[in-house]
């Protein structure tokens, strides 16, 4: 047992600073842990891609929209999006946390395709040679859209303003004028701002069209619908009870199987939780049901730990050993059978995580973190109870 706080070493020292910043990691949980669209609700939406004479659809041209569709999305700030193929030409698209799908059409159903044309009705340059849009405000606080062009662009704009000094340079998005600026002087070094009476939203949506690029095919809205948080909150009430049941039911069964070893085994299983949950919290993973489903897999994984260590324990001691060289040989003989185990178990999340999509690759990202937190609890946290902890027992175990 461990006297004054002197005797205290860095194992112990470290392992508490880990629980430390767990907890601040991880409280308050609703705003620290992503819930996925199971689980939060969100949208729902499939997009079919359209033919027509200018650009007809192909297997290459649905993989593209896949990509533009996923640079959108990514600059909307979703978490775990899922987004994939189905059928010849449609697209699943699915948004936890995004609640209104009106607005997500708008911003990943979009062509947004972007014209610079001249009084002719000309098209000068396109969007293709847009470098960046980034949301600004005029003299007067409205909400502008700053773009600035790659070097190609450039060139051309710099031509486009020249030749039509005190000529309206008319800005199209998908057909549409969007801003009729008249051109003061040429625009040499590649920047512009769109006008328009715009709202702060409908600027920062247009900024994140531009900045996606276009859509290489038309896409229409198949379906659309939100998804509520209701079912979410009903499995999150279910996931926690089943959970809750179960470290109940695992805590009682090691302590009194295993006695004052058992109870520091639970220790360990708080400490596992609270590291598992820190992880989810510091990688921005996000939950989702078959997440939380991986999570209680792998509290079975990590008390399966201890109960190799404690058995292995009590075989030296058996022997005759005493019961500090016991817990030595105990903790050295189950390394390897824990690391065997639980490596196979970790190879299979891994492939889960890259090869599944949308809630599998949940189920393999909580599967994966549990695993290694499992391990390091095993190992590293029940050692140390251990160590400074446990009674001697008095008689055989």
Request: hydrophobic letters at 50%; proline letters at 5%.
């Given at each position: ?18 629980v ?22 969100g ?57 209104d ?120 809205v ?119 185990s ?32 499992s ?13 400074y902890?446990?009674p ?6």
């Amino acid at each position: 047992m461990i006297k004054n706080w002197k005797d205290l070493p860095w194992r112990v020292i470290i392992t508490v600073a880990l629980v430390a910043v767990s907890i601040f990691a991880v409280y308050p949980p609703r705003e620290r842990i992503r819930l996925g669209l199971d689980l939060a609700g969100g949208s729902h939406i499939l997009l079919e891609c359209v033919d027509t004479p200018e650009a007809p659809v192909d297997d290459d041209s649905v993989k593209r929209v896949i990509e533009v569709i996923r640079n959108r999305v990514d600059q909307l700030g979703v978490s775990e999006p899922t987004i994939l193929k189905q059928g010849m030409r449609r697209v699943v698209v699915e948004l936890p946390g995004i609640e209104d799908p009106q607005r997500a059409v708008e911003i990943i159903g979009k062509t947004a395709l972007l014209e610079f044309k001249d009084e002719s009705g000309t098209t000068l340059l396109t969007g293709a040679v847009l470098k960046n849009a980034q949301v600004h405000n005029d003299q007067f606080g409205r909400p502008t859209v700053g773009i600035s062009f790659n070097q190609e662009g450039t060139t051309f704009f710099a031509k486009a303003t020249a030749a039509n000094v005190g000529k309206p340079l008319s800005i199209y998005l998908d057909g549409k004028v969007i801003s009729s600026p008249v051109v003061q002087e040429p625009i040499m070094k590649g920047e512009a701002q769109i006008t328009g009476r715009f709202s702060l939203q409908e600027a920062q949506n247009l900024a994140i069209l531009l900045r996606a690029g276009a859509l290489p095919v038309k896409v229409e809205v198949a379906e659309e619908r939100s998804v509520g948080p209701s079912l979410g909150k009903d499995s999150i009430n279910s996931g926690v009870r089943a959970a809750a049941i179960g470290l109940i039911l695992v805590f009682l069964f090691m302590f009194l199987y295993y006695g004052w070893l058992g109870l520091l085994a639970d220790i360990a299983l708080v400490c596992y939780a609270l590291f598992t949950f820190a992880l989810f919290a510091a990688l921005h993973a996000t939950l989702t049901l078959p997440g939380i489903a991986g999570f209680i897999l792998s509290v079975g994984m990590a008390v399966d730990a201890n109960v190799l260590i404690f058995e292995r324990i009590k075989e030296e001691y058996r022997t005759g050993k005493t019961w500090r060289a016991s817990i030595q040989a105990g903790f050295d003989k189950a390394f390897r059978t824990i690391l065997d185990s639980n490596v196979t178990t970790v190879i299979a999340a891994v492939l889960l995580f890259f090869v599944g999509t949308g809630p599998i690759k949940g189920f393999g990202v909580t599967l994966t973190l549990g695993i290694i937190c499992s391990m390091f609890t095993g190992i590293w946290v029940t050692r140390i109870l251990v160590d400074y902890l446990a009674p001697k027992p008095t008689f055989k175990l």
